[in-house]
């Protein structure tokens, strides 16, 4: 089998999502609001110490108090918003990842005085980072999933904050990712952008990316955020070393992939003092006091959340709200948003009780290295041994006979939610009335949250969703076709958000045989354990298995074909039709063989049937010329020729 190394089509996965509290400290590593963990929302009381969450990561830096904050009681006290925590709530309605998701309200009910106690249904934000300070190890990563709708029509003003990074005092948010409506041309937008200031201006904006987004859709970004040093001098031009930076990535729904929406070197946040100067009429006006700031007023706040203008009612939901110290920690040790194999058990150890997992050796790593290698070894149970016939090299496999393999699942590195691959090759001749399980992953119910199966006349796929609903795939095929004691490969993948809106599909030896469209929902997510050779604890395997591969995203056609090792099909060409016989011809590799296919409709990539007579041509490594003496019983018909592959185990 052959290693791939997949590069990062440029990141988003945790070191453990664990049960945590939504305030933490500057140091940790990696924080994580996450719904389905029971993350806690809520005000804290001012000015009171908690203790540390016992599984936050930290960096050395214990933490010495939590964010803590307190309602904005009128219009002219600190800009230090309170959530409205109240309406913060779980919600399971298509949840970005697992069974929950957090869901914020935001509505204006008649008055727009920000004084007025109609607030805290007008503004909704959660405090998630405080004390965050300029200086050399300033730098931090942020990420969040969300999902933006607008309840009544459009929206009555432009748009609304997203995400805030903000000093704590009264100013514009030093960074702002926002939704944007531009009534004009009826787009909505996504954009970010830095506030600043200098010596004479107090409002200094920088945009860093507009792009189009729709109401709605999940979206996944990740934030890469250096506020600099914080030296407080004249600002950009005269003072580059005073510069920081911000990089943004949006995960493309379609991949599981980062793109790079801006990398701009900007000037973040405020260094002068400021004065307002408030107005009968209510506005507000800044003088200038041409003191650098220090202290406190070099530090920043994080929080997410909305508030909105008259006659708007929107409802934002979040999920996978963190941020870290470090990229492996945010990406959760590359997994989100890379190409990775979190389970490849080759079977090639030929004695022992322990499977080992190869999936480093796919991931192009090293044993040991916690970004490529996720040590998910299975152990053996029951009747299963070693086997000298497999699929590549050395050929080695494993047979089942009533036994299976059993993989602790990582609650992290099998955390798939919108996407996956899972394959594997088998060999029997076992007849099975009843499906046999080539590999699962259970949950304490009859089947599992992913399964792969076979039986007599049918292989099937599918991913059971947080509602217990399943996408799935039934291939029906002739019975005994794959009871013929050679070795076939088997692939499902699911991809929640496909463009072609199929979103489980199925591969048998390296053709996509079956696909359906499933359901717009996130896989289940849990601890549970991954079996290899059995389905729902009963249903067990009879005859070998190799080369079982997890993925944690979804593999194209030509992924499959490749990983399968089925080469591309060789163009024929039509010379000539005499009779009911078609002249045919195509080029050849010498000691190569191949099969001629026809069919009536490409378009359906199960209805290639062998040419009769044309099953085995051998190649001469020249043009070969052969006849399809059954043309005449179609009207029209389109050929192919399959070269077949020598080294395909088992033949």
Not at 86 to 115: C, D, E, I, K, N
Not at 480 to 487: A, I, K, N, R, V
Not at 607 to 630: A, F, R
Request: proline share 6%.
């Amino acid at each position: 089998m052959k290693t791939k190394n997949i590069p990062l089509v440029v990141a988003f996965h945790l070191a453990a999502a664990i049960p945590v509290l939504a305030q933490v400290g500057p140091g940790a590593w990696y924080f994580e609001i996450d719904a389905d963990y029971d993350s806690v929302l809520g005000p804290l009381e001012s000015n009171v110490s908690h203790s540390l969450p016992s599984r936050t990561i930290t960096d050395g830096e214990a933490p010495n108090r939590h964010t803590t904050y307190a309602p904005r009681q009128g219009l002219r006290t600190d800009y230090d918003h309170l959530p409205a925590c109240s309406s913060w709530f779980h919600q399971s309605s298509y949840s970005y990842m697992g069974a929950q998701s957090y869901r914020v309200t935001a509505q204006y009910p008649g008055r727009r005085t920000l004084g007025d106690d109609d607030e805290q249904t007008r503004r909704s934000e959660q405090m998630l980072l405080e004390d965050w300070y300029t200086g050399p190890d300033s730098t931090r990563y942020f990420t969040l999933a969300f999902r933006f709708n607008v309840i009544n029509g459009p929206p009555q003003e432009s748009g609304g904050y997203i995400a805030q990074w903000h000093h704590g005092h009264e100013a514009p948010p030093a960074m702002m990712l926002a939704w944007e409506y531009e009534p004009q041309t009826g787009i909505y937008y996504l954009r970010s952008g830095v506030y600043s200031d200098s010596p004479t201006d107090n409002r200094i904006y920088t945009e860093l990316f507009r792009n189009e987004a729709t109401p709605g859709v999940w979206h996944r970004m990740l934030f890469r955020v250096n506020p600099g040093p914080g030296q407080g001098q004249i600002g950009c031009a005269q003072c580059p070393d005073d510069n920081g930076s911000v990089t943004a990535w949006m995960m493309n729904n379609l991949t599981g992939d980062w793109e790079e929406w801006c990398d701009e070197t900007v000037q973040f946040g405020y260094h002068y003092e400021w004065t307002p100067v408030w107005y009968e009429s209510g506005l507000i006006n800044y003088n200038p006091v041409r003191s650098l700031r220090v202290g406190d007023n070099l530090s920043y706040q994080w929080k997410v959340g909305h508030y909105v203008n008259e006659t708007d009612h929107i409802i934002l939901d979040y999920d996978n709200v963190a941020y870290g110290k470090r990229w492996n920690a945010i990406t959760k040790n590359k997994l989100i948003g890379y190409r990775k194999s979190v389970l490849n058990l080759r079977f090639n150890e030929k004695k022992g009780a322990i499977a080992g997992d190869s999936c480093w050796d796919w991931n192009g790593g090293q044993p040991t290295d916690p970004t490529k290698d996720y040590n998910n070894d299975g152990m053996l149970s029951g009747s299963v041994g070693w086997s000298a016939t497999g699929v590549g090299s050395p050929g080695r496999s494993l047979y089942f006979s009533g036994g299976s393999v059993q993989v602790p699942v990582d609650t992290t590195d099998f955390d798939f939610g919108n996407y996956v691959t899972v394959s594997a090759w088998f060999k029997t001749t076992a007849n099975a009335a009843q499906p046999q399980g080539i590999l699962c992953i259970d949950d304490d119910e009859d089947t599992g949250k992913l399964y792969l199966a076979r039986s007599e006349n049918r292989i099937s796929f599918g991913v059971k969703h947080p509602d217990r609903s399943y996408s799935q795939v039934i291939y029906n095929h002739e019975s005994g076709l794959y009871e013929d004691g050679l070795w076939h490969h088997v692939v499902g993948t699911f991809n929640r958000f496909t463009d072609d809106n199929r979103r489980v599909k199925l591969y048998i030896d390296g053709e996509r045989v079956l696909q359906r469209e499933g359901h717009d929902k996130p896989i289940l997510r849990g601890d549970h354990v991954l079996t290899v050779g059995n389905l729902a604890g009963s249903s067990h395997f009879f005859g070998h298995i190799d080369e079982v591969n997890v993925l944690n995203y979804t593999m194209t056609d030509e992924e499959v074909a490749e990983l399968t090792g089925k080469p591309e099909p060789v163009r024929v060409s039509a010379l000539n039709v005499v009779g009911s016989d078609a002249l045919l011809r195509f080029p050849t590799i010498q000691g190569r063989s191949y099969c001629l296919e026809c069919t009536a409709d490409i378009s359906d990539p199960t209805s290639w049937k062998p040419v009769p007579g044309c099953e085995n041509v051998e190649g001469t490594g020249s043009l070969v010329e052969v006849i399809d003496g059954t043309a005449a019983s179609a009207s029209i018909r389109f050929y192919r020729a399959l070269p077949l592959q020598a080294l395909l185990p088992g033949t």
